[in-house]
């Protein structure tokens, strides 16, 4: 086993992050008191800041440690996901942000249910919330243990559980303190580090092998026992006619599922108006385009310099090729560095999907499915800081369940449920003026409940050597990520449960004003 | 529909009085607005400008994104089921999966600046003129 560093070392570097950005948090929140501040950081930041933030949700441990990791061990197959990664902003740019913005407030449920009965619709849109934000924040939880049994050598899972339980009372922390303010600001300050490192690492990279990407994964190849065929497709998936399927639905699942994200679309909200939020798309892109090609040159270079054998034996396996390369070219500092920096991205992103959560939770469930729309902003927002408690606690114990699993492949599963139950809804609702509230509900459980079933009775759960249960069998799905099925038949549910239902009154009046806010972006100010 | 839930009609209040000189001078532009402020969005719905910006707006993002789509699974589906051809090797031992894969990048990139100059030049103006005419504001 290789030496990784000193473990007090990488936790000095860690704990001084977390202190600069509590103070930060702290300082950005001092008046954090309405709805609107707690939930959307009272719009206030520019394009430019929420485009870094909103990279900042996507360059998460799943992408820095999971697909670098992805690349180091399966090559091309790896590579897949930072295509899709980047790919997939264009759907929230051409079709979500702007609208999104101009009819919503806090939450994907005011979208949903703007022309809709409210009640039923918001509980759709807050379930379908709480489902896809608690799968993403299990695979980071993950990430997170991978990432703590490598740095500080731990390799009891009882000591690995008691260091996500930190990782996860730090995050709710963040939320408590800062609300949305705290947390954006959080994101941009991890995203700037995060971006710099990788982009040090792949020049110096680079560097080395004299400025040829070719040269890099020359040597991949002799340090990977497929040898040249490593940077072929199929090293992952392999050649059965399933498999290629499976691949197929997780690059579906991919491009349509980032932009569906809550976390990601409550983002929207943080901005003043449509065309901030148009502008920090276009950051988004810029930012992600650069990473995910930093990514591929250090993907292939741990393949090179590190060696995909040592990567999959090292605590924490495939998550662990970045932070090793990092020890491997930069020794322990720049492995402390690396592993602080990728700590916080656990938490920034974790904190960010908390906050999702519980801001779906208490505006749409308390505030107006509970208090049908008659609640006290103030005891709403207490509702909101008790969720974020609860919701804490439930990730900490999904993660310490889900330690070792790899986060990239945990996150497509996250991704395929956002596309299945919100994409097929947000476009409907946007651009079809026949959409009703029976086609509303139908495509949010539609896609959710299919997603979900297949999630359940696929090899994920068991039925395989890598399953979660791997000593029963009840897998009758064949593919690993539904998306395939369940994003086409969410389109699907949504559109036969509108034509064969009739359009409430009031809704047809609402459709208008959508219409117009949603496109012209007039009457929308709050 | 609950007395708490946010309505437009609320927020326009503010804007009311800023608006009155203009009302003044152009009759017209009242009939947009009704007697409570609350923007008339059938009315605006209707107007000539509205229907120019839903269309300049939908005739560039749809075939969009039929087109970064179809980019994408062409080089999803060629990945899958298209093993040798994208296996060959281009530049060293690069080969031209990886370069479909940048070309995403690139294309990406294109669509992004493509619509950020296209909305500058095509859209916004639009909405203002459509916010001009009809009085209501953001």
Known sequence: MPTTGNPVLNLSVFAVFVLITLYIVYRASSRN????????????????????????????????????????????????????????????????????????????????????????????????????????????????GGLIALLLNVSSKWGQA??????????????????????????????????????????????????SLSAIMQQATENNKLGEAVLDPGAKYGFSAMSKLDF???????????????????RFYTVPNASEARRSVVWATWTMVIFYLCTLVIGFGAMALVGTETIAAAPGGENSAAPLLAFRIGGAVLLGVVSAVAFATILAVVAGLTLAASASFAHDVYANVIKRGN????????????????????????????????????????????????????LYTIFWRRFNTTGTLWSIYGGLGSCLTLIIFSPVMSGAKTSIFPDIDFAWFPL??????????????????????????ENAAKAAEMEVRAIAGLGTKS | ??????SPGE????????????????????????????????????????????????????PMTVLFLSSYLTFVLLSAYAKDLVSTKVIGVINLGILLGLGQFVVSILIT??????????????????????????
């Not at chain 1, 697909?67 to 061990?73: D, Q």
């Not at chain 1, 349509?256 to 409550?266: F, N, Q």
């Not at chain 2, 605006?44 to 300049?56: C, G, V």
Request: charged share 15%; net charge positive.
């Open chain 2, 11 to 62: 927020t326009q209040h503010e804007h009311q009085e800023l608006r009155g000189f203009a009302s003044f001078e152009d009759p017209a532009a009242l009939s947009y607005v009704d007697s409570n402020g609350k923007p008339n969005f059938v009315l605006i719905q209707q107007t000539d400008e509205f229907r120019t910006l839903r269309r300049r707006l939908t005739t560039f993002i749809f």
């Open chain 1, 480 to 505: 690993g990520n539904p998306g395939l099925v369940s994003i086409p038949f969410s389109f699907l549910c949504g559109f036969l449960g509108t034509v064969f239902s009739k359009q409430e009154p």
């Open chain 1, 33 to 144: 008191v309405t709805a609107s501040d707690y939930y959307a950081a009272g719009s206030s930041f520019t394009g430019a800041q929420n485009g870094v933030a909103l990279s900042g949700d996507f360059l998460s441990a799943a992408s820095f440690l999971g697909i670098s990791g992805g690349i180091a061990a399966h090559g091309y197959d790896g590579f897949l996901y930072s295509v899709g990664w980047v790919v997939a902003w264009l759907v929230g740019l051409l079709l979500i942000a702007e609208g999104l913005r101009n009819t919503g407030r806090f939450t994907v449920g005011d979208v949903l249910a703007f022309r809709m009965r409210q009640r039923p619709v918001r509980a759709a849109a807050a379930n379908a919330t709480l489902v896809i934000s608690f799968f993403y924040m299990i695979a980071q939880m993950a990430g997170a």
């Open chain 1, 248 to 266: 197929v639905s997780l690059a579906l699942s991919l491009v349509l599922g980032i932009a569906s994200l809550p976390h990601v679309l409550m």
């Open chain 2, 1 to 6: 529909m609950t007395k708490a839930m946010w």
């Open chain 2, 113 to 138: 600046l493509g619509y950020s100059r296209y909305a500058k030049r095509r859209l916004d103006p639009q909405r203002q003129l459509l916010a001009e005419k009809t009085g209501v504001e953001e």
């Open chain 1, 375 to 426: 609640a006290e902003p103030r005891k709403e927002i207490r509702v909101a800081r008790l969720t974020a408690v609860v919701v804490g606690i439930l990730s900490i114990i999904g993660g310490i369940a889900a330690n070792g699993q790899n986060v990239a492949f945990l996150v497509s599963l996250a991704l395929a449920l956002a596309a299945s139950a919100n994409l097929s809804t947000i």
């Open chain 1, 162 to 211: 008691l260091l996500i339980a930190v990782v996860g009372m730090v995050m709710v922390l963040y939320v408590l303190v800062g609300g949305m303010k705290g947390t954006t600001w959080v994101q941009i300050i991890k995203a700037v580090l995060l971006l710099l490192c990788v982009t040090l690492m792949s020049v110096f990279l680079l560097g080395k092998f004299g400025f």
